[in-house]
Each structure stands twice: as structure tokens, then as C-alpha cells.
């Protein structure tokens, strides 16, 4: 199928973008990797009647490392560029370990970080990794800014805090504590599918190997990435044994979540993924964090 | 409607500079397909799942199907037109195909040499598990990929023996 009429325009300046997200808040639909959009676009799913391409505005795909170490991405930087990045990988392993799962290659090399946030959908990896690294997201707009932390962001089923007007530009990522480790898994029907279940899990431990902090946040689940936050916190103060872990997977999975059955997967099944998935994760994460 | 308005399009097709006028919501598979005649980029699903469509832009191998043609605007497409070797011939690539039997009805073929393409640029000495990983996004209904991954796996060693 192909898509509906629709303006086009490509800014080649922030400064226009906003310009024309503010003068027509309510029919602009932005453009950036597009292989969500277009999918959309071509089953006639969104019929925008504006597009307004930002892929032709210089230097909103930067990975540069802040002062204090923060890691920022440009909410433009293809998923396929920060897979292959060296700051990435150093600095947050967490989301290395989840781009080989988006999608395929082809589509990585188009598609964005901003992008993946900006569209929410529930069973994206980027949007889990964002919230269990505690990004903070820049929106811009005509005249202004604003930081919004990503547990702030995601509001639901392709929700999120952005205002007509808004644009998503850049995205800060704490650095990694000392001891800590990440985890990311999933399970689809074939790889680069969307995620039947998935989990990313992040763990620090203070010297003596106990638990200071965990992080379990679940995706496919629910309308958004869910923070199973009472499981991950029942973690800390103690050491991440077996028993413990095994424990905060049941709970995540019978208490933290309300899958939706579907085609390709029960409600049951769904609960019984994530159990799993989120004890091998918080298990990885914990050899990971005592390695570093 | 407003949006009928041609917007142009000057681009890099197959190392010839091209440039036509065209609807914004056209996309660079039919770009290709339509208006160049460029009909060797094949069109499956238009949502990006079965990899029929893929072509190199500006060498990294995309989805035509995501992408408008205005966005090629002062890009460089290589479709499969591109691949063939001198007076019609089969570039090595399409023949390590041909002798391995690494198509049957040839639909995904133009999207997976294309990927491949891309691949042996950067992998000149690929694994079999690599190979597979760089075939995950092309659907082959046909081969069951064994005689895709044997042909790919025999293009790149003629690479390297010259």
C-alpha cells in the first residue's frame, strides 16, 4: 500500500524545525530513521498531513561523554552507528547489549535512538533501556527547553510527556557506578522480531559483593516499559544469590505485570518469559558487575 | 490537495546522476521501480519486514520501502542493476548464486545481494554465523538459506583469492 498525500518539508536548521512544529502543532508529524512512520504511512495507519523530515539538521547525531562523564546522544545517531560506537559500548553497556535486538540490520542502519523513544511503542527495547539507565531526555521547542527524566517520559501505549510543538534532541545517560553490570534479553518468534517478552536489568554492588542497588524494567508487558521497581528494590541490602533473585523474578512476573494475551503469546506464557528472562538477566548483570 | 506538489530529486543512481520531480509521499522503492525503471528492486511487504526492497544507500544497505524518494535527494542509491559485471554478465557475487543454487524463484535475490554486498565490504573473511546474522532482516521462502549462506560464504573466498 502506499501512503496518503501529505506535505513534506526537510529544515536544515533546528531553529526552522521548531519554527514549524510551533505554527502547526496538531497536523506535523516528525521524520527522523522512519521505520516506524513510514510502516504507518504506507497502511495508511497515520495520515499526517504534514511531514517534517529532520534528517537534513547538522549535528543531532553526536556521542559525545560530558564532563561528568555523562554519555549524551544525539537523538538523530542511527542505531546501527551506536551499535559499532566505542563510547557506547564503554559507557553504556546496557544499551549496546539491546541494539543487535532491534530489528535487523538494515533497519538499524536508519532508524534512531530519538526516534525508538519518541514513538514508545511497548515492545521496543530502546524505551526499556532508557528507564533502567535513568536517561534524561532534552524536548525542544520554539523558545525553549526542557529535561524530562525517562520514568517521566513514557506515558503509555505510543505515549510520551512530548507536547505538540516538541522535539526530541538529546539523550543523557548517567555513567555507570563503580561495580555495576547490565543484562539485556529477549525472546521473539525469530530475531529482529518484536520482543514476545523482554528484560534489561542493571545491578551495582557495593566491596563486598552486596547488592547496593538493582534496576528491572520489562518490555512487551504492558502499555510502556515497566519498572518492575518493588522486585528490583527488594534486592538491595542483601547479595544477589540465587534465592534472591529467583524471588524478585516471581515477583516482578506475578505482581509487577498484567500481560495481554495474543496470538503469539498467552498471558500465562508472557508471566512465565519474564520470570525467567529477568532471573538469567539480574544473574548475567551480577558476573558482569563483579568482572568490572 | 496541496500535497500532490512535486518536490525534485537529484540523486546518485547506479553511479549516474539523475534528477526527476515527484510527489512527496513516493517511495524510493517505486521511485526506482516506477519512475527510473529500475524494476530489479523487488517490493514485498512495504513495512520493512521482508527485505526484498533493500538497496545501498550511500553504500549501507536500507529499506527502499522506508524511505521517500525526496530523502535520496543528494544521496547515492546502488540497487541490484548494480551488482551485474561488464556487457550484461553476472557479477561475482550473483555467480557465486548461480553455481550454488542460492535461488529458486528469485524474489528475494535482489534484496539479499544487496545486503550481502555491503557485508563482504566490511567481512572479508566471514564466519557461517555471521553470514546468517547479516541474512536475519531477507525473508527466503524458498531455500531454507543453506545454499544462500554456501554462496555467500564461496563469494567471499574468491574475493580473497582473487
Keep these: 500500500m502506499k501512503p496518503a498525500p501529505f506535505d513534506y518539508v526537510a529544515p536544515r536548521s533546528l531553529d526552522e524545525v521548531l519554527e514549524v512544529l510551533a505554527e502547526r502543532p496538531d497536523d506535523a508529524k516528525v521524520l527522523a530513521g522512519g521505520q516506524s512512520l513510514i510502516p504507518l504511512l504506507n497502511f495508511r495507519l497515520a495520515q499526517p498531513t504534514l511531514l517534517v523530515d529532520v534528517n537534513r539538521l547538522p549535528g543531532l547525531d553526536g556521542v559525545a561523554v560530558a564532563s561528568d562523564g555523562e554519555l549524551r546522544l544525539g537523538a538523530l545517531a542511527r542505531q546501527g552507528r551506536l551499535e559499532r560506537d566505542p563510547h557506547v559500548a564503554e559507557r553504556a553497556p546496557l544499551l549496546a547489549a539491546a541494539l543487535p535486538h532491534v530489528a535487523h540490520p538494515q533497519i538499524r542502519n536508519r532508524g534512531t535512538l530519538g526516534g525508538s523513544l519518541a514513538h514508545a511503542d511497548p515492545a521496543a527495547e530502546l524505551p526499556a533501556v532508557a528507564l533502567a539507565l535513568d536517561a534524561r531526555l532534552r524536548l525542544a521547542r520554539r523558545g525553549g527547553e526542557r529535561w524530562v527524566a525517562a520514568r517521566d517520559f513514557f506515558r503509555g501505549l505510543f505515549a510520551t510527556a512530548l507536547e505538540p510543538g516538541e522535539l526530541l534532541v538529546e539523550v543523557a545517560l548517567p555513567p555507570p557506578p563503580p561495580r555495576s553490570g547490565f543484562a539485556f534479553l529477549e525472546v521473539a518468534r525469530r530475531h529482529g522480531d518484536y520482543a514476545l517478552a523482554g528484560v534489561a536489568a542493571a545491578v551495582t554492588l557495593d566491596e563486598r559483593g552486596v547488592c547496593r542497588r538493582a534496576r528491572l524494567v520489562l518490555l512487551a508487558v504492558g502499555d510502556a516499559p515497566v519498572d518492575a521497581g518493588v522486585a528490583a528494590a527488594a534486592l538491595a541490602g542483601g547479595p544477589l544469590d540465587v534465592e534472591r533473585i529467583a524471588e524478585a523474578a516471581r515477583h516482578a512476573a506475578e505482581s509487577e505485570i498484567d500481560p495481554v494475551g495474543d496470538i503469539h503469546a498467552s498471558a500465562d506464557f508472557k508471566r512465565h518469559l519474564i520470570r525467567v528472562l529477568a532471573a538469567r538477566a539480574l544473574a548475567a548483570a551480577r558476573l558482569r558487575a563483579e568482572a568490572a | ?162
Design chain 2, 1 to 162: 490537495m496541496s500535497g500532490a506538489r512535486r518536490l525534485a530529486v537529484r540523486a546518485e543512481i547506479n553511479g549516474r546522476a539523475v534528477a526527476r520531480e515527484v510527489e512527496p509521499r513516493r517511495l524510493l522503492s517505486d521511485f526506482l521501480r516506477h519512475d527510473l525503471g529500475l524494476t530489479g528492486t523487488h517490493v514485498g511487504c512495504e513495512h520493512g519486514v521482508c527485505g526484498a526492497c533493500t538497496v545501498l544507500l550511500d553504500g549501507e544497505p536500507v529499506r527502499s520501502c522506508l524511505l521517500l524518494a525526496v530523502q535520496a535527494d543528494g544521496h547515492a542509491v546502488e540497487t541490484v542493476e548494480a551488482l551485474g559485471g561488464e556487457q550484461g554478465a553476472l557479477g561475482p557475487l550473483q555467480e557465486a548464486f548461480r553455481r550454488a543454487h542460492a535461488l529458486q524463484c528469485g524474489f528475494c535475490t535482489p534484496g539479499i545481494l544487496t545486503t550481502i554486498t555491503a557485508f563482504l565490504r566490511e567481512h572479508a573473511e566471514p564466519t557461517e554465523a555471521e553470514v546468517r546474522r547479516a541474512l536475519s532482516g531477507n525473508l527466503c521462502r524458498c531455500t531454507g538459506y543453506q545454499h544462500i549462506v554456501d554462496a555467500v560464504l564461496a563469494a567471499a573466498r574468491s574475493r580473497r583469492d582473487g
